[in-house]
């Protein structure tokens, strides 16, 4: 087999053999609209510090922001708002508090589930800088996030379908965003060298000459996520001490080739290609009026580029959101080119993908317009309707419902076969 390309096959008789699906505990997500969880953390030792107060509650999909400054106001000081996950990970003593774990049984599983039925999926944390975003993507050696856990687990199911004719083929890129200007991160010989977006007229935007390493095991992503990390850009913040300072995307192309044996021998391959996109938005921050020092004159440029790319991003989601206000056949023009990131997350936003979204906040008084600001950006991106297909060869997808259509018809038949008997 090629690089990359596990086969795990068996013995098959003969006949019209079904293709071996690959087999999930769960059916895939099969809503359109981008799914939403927000997750709000502890506090940090600044807001612990400063004896900030928790404006945060969360009541099953219901979160609730309280500003005291506003209690006498007419809505009482309180905005709600209502969401697929809330994750309570403020206090660990909590009975309801949200593990690593638990993030992502609801998240990173569904992400797992869709892609093993061929649908692209991007998953991205969003959130003012130190609101927690990389701990739940990435997070530590103790307490892994869900990029490291889709991993893992992207290896064990496939090793678990050892029993099936599919062959599976994993392949990683990891890129980041920084000032506008991408960098693959696989490779560092490349430095600071600039790669440039271009536009497949059927897959969308793609980059040119990035890096793709092939993957056999777990082990292997972990070396190349490793890799990845050192070549980051970080530096420390007002509100966070390590902060990144770029967005971070991490790619796993993961193929599904199935081998169907035929009647007369002869064997027939079908192919399936998913698309998994794991995205750490680097976070925006209050840039200050006062006199800066040369140090903070570099992170005030660094925060300008970042705040533009958010902006832009939240410019195409309120784009997004208008449009699926609109009838249909009425159309609103989505500035995906107004900035890098979100012309490569065009897909992952209006287009081909099951899309997923973490809205980290902060719990403390102090942040609450920030708090309140990602969660208005959060309650438009869920009304977000994207057009996810199976990434499968046009025949095969006829065959498929071809397939279908006759298992329906001989249900049909089976079941009328007892009301003729009677008669």
């Known amino acids: 087999g090629s690089l990359g390309r596990t086969w795990v096959c068996c013995d098959a008789a003969g006949g019209l053999l079904e293709p071996k699906r690959a087999r999930m505990e769960e059916v895939a997500d099969v809503g359109d609209q981008i799914r939403v969880a927000v997750r709000v953390r502890p506090f940090n030792s600044r807001e612990a510090a400063r004896n900030c107060k928790c404006c945060v509650e969360m009541d099953g999909g219901t979160t609730i922001l309280r500003n005291d400054d506003a209690a006498r106001g007419p809505d009482d000081g309180k905005r709600v708002f209502n969401f697929?996950?809330?994750?309570?990970?403020?206090?660990?003593?909590?009975?309801?508090?949200?593990?690593?774990?638990?993030?992502?049984?609801?998240?990173?599983?569904?992400?797992?589930?869709?892609?093993?039925?061929?649908?692209?999926?991007?998953?991205?944390?969003?959130?003012?800088?130190?609101?927690?975003?990389?701990?739940?993507?990435?997070?530590?050696?103790?307490?892994?996030?869900?990029?490291?856990?889709?991993?893992?687990?992207?290896?064990?199911?496939?090793?678990?379908?050892?029993?099936?004719?599919?062959?599976?083929?994993?392949?990683?890129?990891?890129?980041?965003?920084?000032?506008?200007?991408?960098?693959?991160?696989?490779?560092?010989?490349?430095?600071?060298?600039?790669?440039?977006?271009?536009?497949?007229?059927?897959?969308?935007?793609?980059?040119?000459?990035?890096?793709?390493?092939?993957?056999?095991?777990?082990?292997?992503?972990?070396?190349?996520?490793?890799?990845?990390?050192?070549?980051?850009?970080?530096?420390?913040?007002?509100?966070?001490?390590?902060?990144?300072?770029?967005?971070?995307?991490?790619?796993?192309?993961?193929?599904?080739?199935?081998?169907?044996?035929?009647?007369?021998?002869?064997?027939?391959?079908?192919?399936?290609?998913?698309?998994?996109?794991?995205?750490?938005?680097?976070?925006?921050?209050?840039?200050?009026?006062?006199?800066?020092?040369?140090?903070?004159?570099?992170?005030?440029?660094?925060?300008?580029?970042?705040?533009?790319?958010?902006?832009?991003?939240?410019?195409?989601?309120?784009?997004?959101?208008k449009q699926s206000q609109q009838k249909a056949g009425e159309k609103i023009h989505i500035p995906y080119r107004d900035s890098q990131l979100t012309w490569l997350l065009k897909e992952s936003l209006g287009g081909n993908a099951k899309t997923i979204m973490i809205a980290a906040i902060s719990p403390a008084d102090i942040n609450f317009e920030e708090s309140l600001s990602t969660l208005q950006y959060a309650a438009r991106a869920k009304r977000i309707k994207t057009n996810a297909k199976v990434n499968e060869d046009t025949n095969d997808k006829i065959i498929r419902e071809l397939r279908a259509e006759i298992e329906r018809l001989r249900r049909e038949v089976a079941e009328q076969k007892p009301a003729y008997a009677e008669s």
Request: aromatic share 8%; proline share 3%; with cysteine.
């Open 84 to 321: 697929d996950h809330c994750y309570w990970s403020h206090d660990r003593s909590h009975p309801n508090y949200a593990s690593q774990e638990a993030v992502f049984n609801d998240l990173g599983r569904l992400a797992l589930r869709n892609a093993f039925l061929g649908y692209n999926v991007c998953l991205f944390a969003y959130g003012q800088t130190g609101s927690g975003k990389s701990f739940s993507m990435v997070g530590n050696e103790d307490d892994r996030g869900i990029v490291p856990r889709v991993a893992t687990e992207l290896f064990e199911k496939m090793e678990a379908q050892k029993q099936e004719n599919v062959a599976f083929e994993v392949v990683t890129s990891m890129i980041e965003i920084y000032s506008e200007k991408i960098r693959d991160l696989l490779n560092p010989r490349a430095g600071k060298t600039e790669l440039r977006v271009r536009e497949h007229p059927k897959k969308g935007p793609y980059i040119e000459g990035l890096t793709a390493m092939p993957a056999l095991s777990y082990k292997e992503i972990e070396r190349q996520i490793e890799v990845g990390n050192r070549s980051r850009s970080v530096a420390s913040t007002h509100m966070n001490d390590v902060s990144s300072r770029a967005h971070t995307i991490f790619s796993i192309k993961f193929s599904q080739t199935s081998l169907e044996k035929l009647e007369s021998g002869l064997a027939r391959e079908t192919k399936k290609v998913s698309i998994i996109n794991l995205v750490d938005l680097a976070g925006s921050e209050r840039q200050s009026s006062k006199q800066l020092t040369a140090t903070e004159q570099a992170r005030f440029k660094e925060g300008v580029a970042i705040n533009k790319s958010l902006s832009a991003l939240a410019n195409c989601i309120f784009a997004l959101y």
